[in-house]
């Protein structure tokens, strides 16, 4: 069985690739072809947690579930276990920027259908590691000019704006206050860890775009409950997923600012069973939780590339 590094991964996986890799298993789970089940937590005592996900594509023939571990004092450790569709262990993939790039390329998925053509203007709340690949990812979509962002840190988010400027060659300045960073922006990205919402409703303007992409805890929010109300139309990666941990979903819900039944499965936009935006005034929001079948779809095609005689044995796999 091949063991793939953290530093493999990233020579093997653009995130050009990655968005494409991304939609193709939307796409997958949407025709019937591909099964994803939500994350489960394991709570110890001591603080340790124990996360767990799993998918399967039918299609591509792989199976794969990521597992990773969460303490205080020692952070996150990823690990992605791969199969075969026939039950054949092939890899274990070391799943920390696995997850960070595909995180990225499925709000550019969701950007891609749901923000306006010629969005430019980015608000980005974050300066961490979710937040360079979401702006990679969403640069890769829309022609972006102009991004402003804002991270409590001023250190960071200086920092930020010129690594991720001089990176993709464009205009990226920090901003003092989440509130400068959100107004007039055409697409809004919040990539934070913060329990109490960061982003306010009444800072959207109408037409943008908003990716919430950073809380994955029923008990944590990014927006408030005017932020969820505006939205015309609210996508996510899961419905299930969402509502066992999307918080800004959950809370909001429960206090009235709006209903699960207006929740669109990010599969069945992307199969056009709904029409996403439905004009140029209309405020969208994709909540992303983070989902084991992106990972699994970009995993196999790092598995592949890593074994050149894997890509025929896959397609093999999946015509069985």
């Not at 960071?156 to 300045?173: D, S, T, V």
């Not at 015309?232 to 066992?244: C, E, F, I, W």
Request: charged share 20%.
């Amino acid at each position: 069985m091949l063991h793939l590094t953290e530093g493999q991964v990233l020579e093997l996986l653009p995130m050009a690739r990655a968005i494409e890799l991304v939609e193709q298993g939307f796409l997958h789970l949407a025709a019937g072809r591909a099964v994803n089940h939500p994350r489960r937590r394991l709570h110890l005592a001591d603080s340790a947690m124990l996360h767990y996900m799993a998918a399967a594509d039918l299609e591509t023939g792989y199976l794969g579930s990521k597992l990773y571990t969460t303490h205080p004092k020692t952070g996150f450790h990823f690990v992605l276990l791969l199969f075969s569709s026939q039950g054949e262990a092939l890899a274990t993939i070391e799943a920390n920027h696995l997850g960070q790039i595909r995180t990225g390329a499925a709000s550019a998925v969701a950007t891609r259908r749901l923000a306006r053509p010629q969005a430019s203007v980015v608000g980005l709340i974050g300066a961490g590691f979710q937040a360079r690949s979401q702006l990679e990812a969403v640069a890769l979509v829309r022609p972006l000019s102009d991004v402003r962002v804002y991270s409590r840190s001023d250190h960071g988010r200086r920092a930020f704006a010129q690594e991720m400027g001089a990176k993709l060659g464009i205009r990226a300045r920090p901003v003092e206050s989440a509130e400068e960073a959100v107004r007039g922006a055409d697409i809004v990205i919040t990539a934070t860890t913060a329990r109490e919402p960061v982003l306010a409703g009444e800072w959207l303007s109408p037409g943008s775009h908003v990716n919430a992409v950073g809380a994955n805890h029923p008990k944590r929010r990014e927006l408030d409950d005017a932020a969820v109300r505006q939205a015309g139309v609210v996508v996510a990666d899961s419905v299930d997923q969402s509502r066992l941990e999307s918080g800004d979903l959950i809370e909001a819900f429960r206090l009235g600012a709006g209903s699960w039944d207006q929740v669109v499965e990010l599969a069945d936009l992307l199969a056009n069973r709904h029409p996403g935006r439905r004009s140029r005034e209309e405020i969208t929001l994709f909540k992303s939780n983070g989902l084991a079948l992106e990972d699994l779809s970009v995993a196999g095609y790092v598995y592949e590339q890593a074994t050149p005689t894997s890509a025929s044995a896959a397609q093999s796999r999946a015509r069985r």
